[in-house]
């Protein structure tokens, strides 16, 4: 079914026009000259309730009211601008960069992780500056200073985080890549490492159910990073990066404008870890060693004029990784590499691991605006991906190859006026697994094809609501309905009150997403037959969640309020039992399994350039294994999490001191039980409570160039025993999976930004 087949796409969000609003386009200039629209500019009434964000080419449209006539409009790292309007209007206006302008005058400087109170869906924007705040060297690196995903640890070999949302890993979670669905499948454990912090330009994050539009396998939320864009990245960018364990990385941009609609950049990373790290005695690499050659080319094409952007990606990745005891060699007579079994065991083998990945992606994507209707647009997105991964984990052999396709067609309109919109398209995708499990084949395709509708209706004064339908009809899934509801309400100045709820449906593929169980001696179990996955059934689950944001000025200065509870009920869910040392154990949901989120935030500027953020959260998450109903292992119920960020004025050069410092605090974590374990490899019922803190600073000399230092883990907190048997890595005790805390100690960094 459907091979090599490549297209493209683009989602452009809905435009309004109307003779009793005031609508228009906001937009930045280049050092050319240039104009593109900006995404997600606030544009509001001067001491009032209404306002709204732009859509994803820039166009807004917002009720005229003879009340007001001072027009805000803001971006983070651009120069607030207020406009007097005295009627409807249709206006074009171009925001200024604050680091590009010979004086600055800063009176309000907006965070650079941006809650909208507009919005129907929960949506967190994470800019640029925020990402700069830590060492950043992969997407799975960029939520260490934001409070609305959690990162935990997923094994003792491979130094992997795992990221978590509403208490619920990342398979959960739909990560896409500027709206199109990026790590999934074969990539679902290693896929974030593999897009390099440089590369993003922003990531949305959204809470709860997502939006029909980008498909039906969101459960607890939606991760959307957006790449840096050809016409506005540097001409020029370099970053550099090393750390005291060996690790080192180099990004290099290439930007240029070919003409007046192409602009192409050329994205070049690469990062090696040479060094045999090991400091807790045990024999293993506590960081594997590794190189990665990471390359994108992407196009970018824009014609205003006639209604026309698109852009086309293309990338090529290597990443290769060896893991496991400190003497291992893979071309040695002793090394074993895969297949084997302990009954041939000679006893001078040494444990060991490799995993190399080769993964090309394109993707496409393609927007148009009806010149002589902007409220009504189309857009088409496509991508084609191959990712092959061969491996082994000492006596276990893993393999898989997962060819991918996918496309989506949407089209953007009114009915009656513009503050009812709706939009409605069709999507199809395919997934071609070769998985090989030690010798059990499990190989498998999957073909989808779903048509959804979405309405939306903005009363930007007080409510706005998104509703959406979609229908899929899956070779496995069979034929299924996606409901999905947002609804978000003004009571009061600043006030932004949501709730919202909906509907999530996958097939998990189990061992791509629980690769961390081949370096253990547990037996796989699949404990169910009948189903059409693995035999197992495909998850269902339902996601219900409110949330209030209240923002408010103390001492003069800003900052704002969230609270938030989640809740995700599943129908059905793949239980991974890890409650048997000697066994994984993978079966269909016999009972109630659910997780309860409940979070509060509080940020503020309590003083002038110095920026507080903090998040307690609290997490009930619960499922019904064959044992009974068990809280989730290596889940803390509760956190902690607290951000402070200070820098400088800035000089007319751009020359500035930042200081960030972030501390997470762990509670308890539920282990899995290891009572048929020997005494000396027995864990606990909980694991203890810990921090964790990072820091850095950044000396910024000018527009151009800049360098920073920091550290991570400065408690220099370790797990204890994070590889039990490790004295008998072939035995039927050894096991890498049970890991709560970091294996690393402290960590220092450093490195430098050049840019033209």
Not at 114 to 143: G, H, P, R
Not at 637 to 642: G, I, K, M, P, S
Request: proline share 4%; net charge neutral; aromatic share 14%.
């Amino acid at each position: 079914m459907l091979k090599r087949y490549i297209l493209l796409i683009m989602f452009i969000p809905w435009l309004s026009f109307s003779q009793e609003k005031v609508t228009g386009m906001i937009m930045e200039a280049n050092a050319k000259n240039k104009h593109i629209g900006l995404s997600g500019a606030n544009v509001y009434w001067l001491n009032s309730q209404i306002g709204t964000i732009t859509n994803n080419e820039g166009m807004f449209s917002i009720p005229y009211t003879k009340k007001h006539n001072k027009l805000v409009i803001s971006y983070v790292g651009f120069t607030s601008d207020t406009l007097t309007i005295n009627e409807p209007k249709i206006i074009h206006h171009t925001l200024q960069p604050s680091n590009e302008l010979d004086e600055v005058v800063v009176e309000k400087k907006r965070d650079a992780v941006q809650k909208t109170y507009f919005s129907a869906q929960n949506v967190i924007t994470v800019n640029s500056a925020e990402l700069l705040k830590a060492a950043c060297c992969n997407l799975s690196e960029s939520f260490e200073t934001n409070p609305a995903i959690d990162v935990n640890f997923s094994d003792a070999l491979t130094g992997t985080k795992q990221i978590q949302m509403l208490g619920l890993t990342s398979p959960y979670l739909l990560i896409t890549q500027e709206n199109i669905p990026m790590v999934r499948g074969a990539s679902q454990v290693f896929g974030l490492t593999f897009t390099p912090g440089t590369w993003v330009e922003s990531i949305q994050i959204t809470k709860g159910a997502g939006s029909v539009v980008n498909g039906y396998e969101s459960i607890s939320g939606q991760i959307n990073a957006e790449l840096v864009k050809p016409l506005t990245d540097k001409a020029l960018f370099v970053n550099a990066y090393g750390n005291k364990n060996g690790r080192f990385e180099l990004n290099t941009h290439v930007n240029q404008k070919l003409s007046d609609k192409w602009s192409t950049g050329i994205y070049l990373h690469g990062n090696a870890r040479t060094k045999k790290e090991e400091n807790n005695g045990d024999g293993f690499l506590d960081a594997p060693i590794a190189n990665q050659i990471n390359i994108m080319n992407r196009w970018q094409y824009q014609n205003a004029e006639k209604g026309w952007v698109s852009f086309l990606n293309f990338r090529f990745l290597n990443d290769e990784k060896q893991l496991g005891q400190v003497d291992f060699d893979p071309e040695a007579p002793n090394a074993i590499r895969g297949f084997g079994s302990r009954e041939t065991l000679l006893g001078d083998e040494v444990w060991g691991s490799e995993i190399a990945t080769r993964r090309f992606d394109t993707s496409i994507k393609l927007g148009y605006v009806f010149p002589e209707l902007p409220f009504q647009s189309f857009g088409f997105q496509a991508s084609y991906s191959n990712h092959d991964q061969a491996s082994y984990f000492g006596l276990n052999k893993y393999d898989i190859n997962h060819e991918s396709v996918y496309s989506n067609l949407i089209f953007n309109s009114i009915i009656g006026d513009t503050q009812s919109k709706f939009k409605s398209g069709l999507t199809f995708a395919y997934d071609g697994y070769q998985e090989l499990v030690n010798t059990a084949d499990f190989s498998r395709e999957d073909a989808s094809m779903g048509a959804f509708f979405e309405y939306s209706y903005d009363n930007l004064e007080k409510i706005s609501l998104t509703a959406g339908l979609r229908i899929d009809n899956h070779n496995r899934l069979g034929t299924f309905i996606t409901p999905r509801l947002h609804v978000r309400y003004t009571p009061w100045t600043k006030g932004s009150l949501r709730a919202s709820f909906g509907r999530g449906k996958r097939a998990a593929n189990i061992f791509a997403e629980n690769q961390r169980l081949f370096a253990t001696a547990r037996q796989i179990q699949i404990l169910d037959t009948d189903g059409s996955v693995y035999g197992l059934n495909p998850e269902d689950a339902w996601n219900y969640g409110i949330s209030f944001l209240q923002g408010f000025t103390f001492l003069n200065r800003p900052g704002n309020v969230t609270i938030d509870f989640y809740k995700t009920d599943f129908k059905n869910q793949i239980v991974v039992d890890w409650e048997n040392p000697r066994a994984v154990s993978f079966y269909n949901l016999n009972g109630k399994s659910y997780a309860n989120s409940f979070q509060f935030e509080v940020n503020h500027e309590i003083l002038p350039q110095l920026e507080l953020r903090t998040a307690y959260k609290y997490y009930d998450v619960k499922t019904a294994y064959r044992a009974g109903e068990l809280q989730k292992p290596l889940q803390a119920q509760h956190r902690f999490f607290a951000n402070m960020g200070y820098q400088t004025k800035m000089r007319e050069n751009g020359a500035q001191w930042k200081f960030d410092y972030t501390i997470h605090t762990v509670g308890k974590q539920r282990l899995p039980n290891t009572d048929a374990n020997p005494s000396q490899l027995r864990l606990g019922a909980f694991s203890d409570p810990y921090s964790l803190m990072n820091a850095q600073i950044t000396k910024v000399f000018s527009k151009n160039f800049e360098i920073y230092a920091g550290g991570e883990n400065l408690t220099n907190f370790k797990q204890n025993n994070p590889v039990l048997g490790a004295g008998n890595p072939f035995g039927a005790n050894f096991d890498t999976s049970i890991i709560y805390a970091p294996i690393m100690g402290r960590m220092f960094y450093g490195g430098f930004r050049y840019m033209l």
